[in-house]
């Protein structure tokens, strides 16, 4: 069953703190994302990448980077966190030429992450 | 960045009912998703949706792009406490293969 695996269901962090958020993917899928997930928002996309070394900013890319050193990586770092980043961030992929047609993207099951 | 906007935002009814769900926008779309998202979850794929006008079914679920490629509905017939969640479109423009979401509907169906 092919899947995206994100590495923590929970967190806790404390603002300041330097915060990684890991995703896996096993379906050698080129595009990976990261969205965060607020009541009444809707997902909003942060970043994302189509290969390897490769990002580019989403729509909310302010106090986040990112990093894909392998194909099936896509980290999240929140440099230093703060009260609201608190959210639950969604990691997703997608197979290339998913465009117009695709099959959509395959998501994992999130990290709520909490900032005090 | 288009908006989609999505109505109702929470909706809650008996189960046996039947519903809608709308997602519009004034942009067009190249392509329309919808996805369901149960608590703790991601959300999962339902349906891709391409053609202006296109109709697709999945069991009780009815899905429908409309003609101008710039809104969609999500019907479901007689719905039952296993259809709830969170039900989310998305659409993509142009060559982007990046997805623009929805803010959701909440659909709660009590036994």
């Known amino acids: 069953d092919v899947k995206v695996t994100q590495s923590s269901r929970y967190l806790v962090k404390r603002t300041g703190e330097k915060v990684f958020l890991e995703c896996v993917q096993d379906?050698?899928?080129?595009?990976m994302f990261w969205y965060r997930q607020d009541p009444g928002l809707g997902l909003r996309l942060i970043y994302f990448?189509?290969?390897?070394?490769?990002?580019e900013k989403g729509d909310i890319p302010e106090g986040y980077s990112v990093s894909r050193e392998k194909k099936e990586r896509f980290s999240l770092i929140l440099e230093s966190a703060s009260t609201n980043q608190t959210s639950m961030y969604l990691c997703?992929?997608?197979?290339?030429?998913?465009?117009?047609?695709?099959?959509?993207?395959?998501f994992g099951s999130g990290t709520r992450l909490t900032v005090v | 960045t288009q908006l989609l906007e999505q109505s109702p935002q929470f909706l809650s009814i008996q189960e046996g009912e039947n519903l809608t769900v709308y997602c519009n926008s004034s942009?067009?779309?190249?392509?329309l998703q919808w996805y369901r998202q149960e608590p703790g979850e991601g959300p999962v794929l339902l349906v891709t949706?391409?053609?202006?006008?296109e109709v697709k079914k999945l069991k009780r679920l009815t899905f429908q792009f409309g003609d101008a490629r710039k809104d969609s509905s999500l019907h479901i017939t007689a719905a039952q406490p296993g259809d709830t969640g969170l039900y989310l479109c998305?659409?993509?423009?142009?060559?982007?293969?990046?997805?623009?979401f929805g803010s959701g509907t909440q659909l709660t169906v009590l036994p």
């Open positions: 998305a659409a993509a423009s142009g060559s982007a293969r990046q997805l623009t």
């Open positions: 379906m050698d899928h080129e595009n």
């Open positions: 942009s067009v779309f190249s392509s």
């Open positions: 990448s189509y290969d390897v070394k490769m990002k």
């Open positions: 997703a992929s997608s197979a290339p030429g998913q465009g117009p047609s695709g099959y959509g993207y395959t």
């Open positions: 949706v391409v053609t202006g006008g």
